[in-house]
């Protein structure tokens, strides 16, 4: 798609401009939530592209990842570092309503873009800083990045097998966690800027967002000691089983729950047995039950488990991701969007995260490439086409 798609459904955020100037993850995808309910976002490259079009992909001539992060936006490069780059964000930001970027502290002042700056410029900016560790303490200069927050806040530690060593959780779930946080900040800002008419800055640190997945875990009372039992997990009949073919995920922490497993596997024995009717005793006599529910399981394929157990037992056959395109429940919800783009011809994707029955925003359309819609932004500012030949050629666009 080139250009601002027209004629299409205004979301809760139409007429609001994003400058996004972030990389690799939180940042982009915070974005693209924001271009989801009808945001403008203007992703804003270097000459060398976001790193994240770097990362390892099947894809031959583009990143996955890249594709995944960053739909709904178009691409201009702008090089900071030169002054005619540096101007011609500048005048974007005079009208922009958001600027997201994911600099250390000190780089925003040395590249002459710093809060105080911007909003000199446009005092109705929402400025969105994306730091690894927050913008104070001695941590505050080091890069960030997701598994890194996760081995440093306890994450691994939990993840890991009592007695073994740490894992981490892949999917890169700190990255996205804030991300989420991003775009429920900004919005806000937003809301409050309709009542005072100023903008101001909005901090998002991955340390923040890691700490904030674990609200539950991170609760210290007072007296306790310092090694205290702190997983969520409840153990014991919870967690994914063998069966005859593939694997199977159950949860039965309600009675109800727990006496339909054991009716549905034949085992109605356990089901009102004194030895097993609490979370916490089934979860004590694991080593009595699981042995006996594998052996009941093995009689049928997880998807076969999953059909029977239906609505009576929390349950999910355990798939590949790429089952989940043509999934009928992902199908009923029009989770997936077949979108365009002039590299890989056409890619499905996530349509959009948040429903709007009123204001529903436009479809979803294809991350751009690199640079690919610089000449129609840099015409929407007032810039000609030899004005934009010799920006090229003076390395400051692309």
């Known amino acids: 798609m080139n ?67 960053n739909r709904s936006k178009r691409g201009l490069v702008l ?13 974007l930001v005079r009208d922009a309503d958001v600027l997201v970027h994911n600099f250390r502290p000190s780089v925003p002042k040395r590249l002459g873009i710093d809060f105080d700056t911007l909003q000199a410029l446009n005092p109705r900016l929402i400025y969105c800083a994306v730091t690894g560790y927050g913008e104070t303490g001695p941590m505050k200069e080091k890069a960030g990045y997701d598994q890194v927050l996760q081995t440093m806040t306890g994450m691994c530690a939990l993840q890991g097998k009592p007695g073994g060593p740490p894992e981490i959780l892949y999917g890169s779930v700190v990255d996205y966690y804030a991300a989420a946080l991003l775009a429920s900040g900004v919005a806000s800002a937003l ?37 205290v039992g702190r997983d969520m997990r409840s153990g014991g009949v919870t967690g ?13 922490n309600t009675a109800r729950f727990w006496s ?7 085992l109605a024995d356990l089901a009102t047995h004194p030895r097993y009717d ?50 009928p429940q992902v199908t009923a919800e029009d989770m ?38 610089t000449d129609d932004l840099l015409h929407e500012l007032g810039v000609d086409n030899a004005a934009i030949a010799h920006l090229r050629q003076e390395g400051a666009v692309r």
């Open 336 to 373: 997936i969007a077949r979108m365009p783009h002039p590299v890989v011809g056409h890619y499905r994707g996530l349509s959009r995260s948040i429903l709007f029955d009123r204001t529903p925003g436009p479809p979803p359309f294809g991350a751009p490439t690199l640079g690919q819609h």
């Open 278 to 327: 609490t979370v916490k005793k089934r979860a004590t006599h694991a080593t009595e039950l699981i042995p006996r529910l594998h052996e009941a399981l093995s009689h049928k394929t997880a998807l076969e488990w999953e059909a029977l157990f239906g609505d009576e037992v929390p349950c999910a056959a355990a798939r590949r991701v790429e089952e989940m395109f043509e999934h």
């Open 191 to 227: 809301y409050e800027r309709e009542k005072s008419g100023l903008g101001q800055q909005v901090s998002i640190s991955l340390l923040r967002s890691a700490l904030a997945m674990q609200s539950a875990r991170l609760i210290w009372a007072e007296g306790e000691p310092a090694d």
């Open 260 to 266: 339909a497993l054991c009716e549905k596997t034949g």
């Open 79 to 91: 090089d900071l570092k030169k002054p005619q780059g540096l101007a011609l964000l500048l005048r």
């Open 3 to 69: 250009g601002k798609p027209t004629g299409t459904p205004a979301g809760p955020l139409a007429g609001v401009r994003v400058l996004d100037l972030s990389a690799y993850i939180a940042g982009p995808y915070g974005c693209t939530l924001l271009a989801d309910q009808g945001a403008e976002i203007l992703k804003i490259e270097p000459p060398d592209g976001d790193n994240l079009r770097n990362y390892p992909s099947t894809l031959s001539d583009e990143s996955r990842a890249f594709l995944g992060v």
């Open 240 to 252: 994914i089983h063998p069966t005859r073919e593939g694997h199977l995920y159950i949860s039965a």
